[in-house]
């Protein structure tokens, strides 16, 4: 038996269509509509017929339908086109097909349309665009280069920290081998084109591989590599790379300085000298791992020592290779003269002639005369201080300007200073005066001194190490910004005992 499509069929389908399905005469005026569009426009077939876009929407989408009817029927052509209309929950958009309808007479007599929501669709869409839009901001500002390869281990993509990395374009390398910029390790025997880099369901990282530049320059990098699957099936990999040039750099720099802090901290005197009728004390405490600050005992012809501190500008290694040098020439410059001020005049010739320039040096330097118990000192901008027994502070003041600026530069020994018992000749470094508290208050030289007075009666050793102590409390947890060093000499007796026991003991040699 036979079977057609008849009206009601008809009928059926258009009614159960998602689309919604209308007709409207010359006049734009509907003759029909379908089930689908009265649900969404919550209206009636009855209520529809015989009336115009302008009786159901706003004026202005009104008018674009109409627009769009007049131009099928005037041009007797199909027309796709986007309109939109309101929904309960906003404005949705539709792509519309209309067509001209035409009797048996091929006049025509009405127009035809089937317009689909595709507003969920477009939402998709525009999500997707937004994610790519996103995906590629992340991508070109992350610092990490990033590239796409896929199962036959070609190159896909590259972001822009890749493209700079390797210093090649990724128009150039697309398609290419990953083997051209990352070569597989040395004796791997991995068959698959990925399978020496990754591994099913787990990333694989080397902390350092190398890469080849568009140049053929070996870099260094850490790489992550991370398979990439699409609906449970394997298809490629991404992997990012990391230069490590600068980490190399800091590690090559760290072991530099760790030598460096070794063969300081060898040249430091490891304990003070024993030094009839004185108490030494000395200290160092770097803010970093090698430092500038320097302080020294010296012997300075028969019966004397030569007590210095000093401190060379700046931080870190560069200073620190000066203050070896320093101690070196001021060891030679002590052997050639008696004065203080004389020796320093030799060192800062020698230093103008060898420091860098805008580096500079602040030394102080005393001759201890132990036969007399006495000192006199020179001053290279680096102010010391006597304490005598009884809380007396006595400033010792510079007495030349800094080192290694002026090559002619004077500098003038001082008087000598009678010591008795428990006088104290106290050097630090600005470090411990220029300390910080969390409110941002310098520890400063009262703060020092009153530690001195108060601890002035102990020995050396527990007035330096109160000083210390005192600074660091009054940080209270702030790293100090600059080097820490301490240098303390305390007369143990009077002068006319001390000259006797002198005597008593050259007798006995």
Request: glycine content about 8%.
């Amino acid at each position: 038996m036979s079977q057609h499509v008849g009206p009601s069929m008809l009928q059926s389908i258009i009614d159960n269509t998602l689309a919604c399905i209308y007709v409207k005469d010359l006049q734009c005026r509907y003759l029909h509509i379908n089930r689908q569009f009265e649900s969404v426009f919550h209206v009636t077939r009855q209520d529809v017929i015989g009336k115009s876009d302008f009786d159901l929407f706003p004026a202005q989408l009104a008018g674009s339908f109409q627009r769009n009817d007049r131009f099928v029927l005037e041009t007797a052509t199909r027309l796709e086109c986007e309109e939109v209309a309101p929904h309960d929950d906003g404005l949705h958009t539709y792509i519309s097909i209309k067509v001209p309808l035409r009797d048996d007479d091929e006049r025509i007599f009405a127009v035809a349309g089937i317009s689909t929501d595709i507003t969920d669709r477009l939402r998709a869409r525009h999500e997707i665009e937004m994610l790519q839009h996103r995906t590629q901001l992340l991508l070109e500002a992350v610092g990490e280069g990033i590239c796409g390869i896929d199962l036959a281990g070609r190159i896909t993509f590259l972001n822009p920290a890749a493209e700079r990395l390797l210093a090649w374009p990724m128009n150039e390398l697309v398609g290419h081998s990953l083997e051209e910029i990352l070569p597989r390790p040395f004796g791997c025997r991995e068959t698959e084109p990925l399978g020496w880099l990754i591994k099913p369901g787990a990333p694989m990282s080397a902390e350092f591989a190398e890469i080849v530049s568009r140049q053929g320059e070996r870099i260094p990098v850490e790489y992550l590599a991370n398979p990439v699957y699409e609906a449970g099936i394997l298809t490629g990999a991404v992997l990012a790379l990391r230069d490590q040039r600068e980490r190399l750099k800091e590690l090559r720099r760290e072991q530099e300085l760790q030598a460096a802090s070794r063969v300081q901290q060898f040249l430091y005197p490891r304990l003070p000298p024993m030094v009839k009728g004185f108490d030494l004390a000395g200290a160092t405490h770097p803010s970093a791992r090698v430092c500038g600050d320097y302080f020294d005992f010296i012997p300075w012809g028969d019966h004397a020592w030569c007590l210095a501190l000093g401190d060379v500008s700046g931080h870190g290694f560069g200073p620190a290779l000066q203050m070896v040098e320093t101690r070196a020439f001021l060891r030679a410059a002590v052997q050639g003269t008696d004065s203080p001020g004389v020796a320093l005049h030799h060192l800062n010739q020698t230093l103008c002639n060898d420091l860098p320039e805008g580096m500079f040096v602040s030394l102080f330097v005393a001759r201890l005369d132990t036969v007399h118990q006495r000192f006199q000192y020179a001053s290279a901008g680096h102010p010391a201080g006597l304490m005598r027994s009884s809380g007396t502070l006595a400033p010792l003041k510079s007495t030349g300007m800094l080192l290694g600026l002026i090559e002619n530069a004077a500098y003038v020994t001082s008087d000598w200073y009678q010591l008795y018992r428990g006088d104290l000749l106290v050097v630090t470094s600005d470090g411990i005066v220029e300390m910080i508290s969390p409110q941002q208050t310098l520890f400063g030289s009262d703060r020092l001194w009153r530690c001195v007075a108060e601890h002035r009666h102990e020995s050396s050793a527990v007035i330096r190490d109160a000083m210390l102590s005192a600074a660091l409390e009054f940080a209270q947890g702030v790293n100090p910004h600059d080097d820490v060093t301490i240098l303390v000499a305390k007369c143990l007796t009077d002068e006319g005992q001390f000259r006797m026991t002198f005597a008593d003991h050259s007798a006995t040699m």
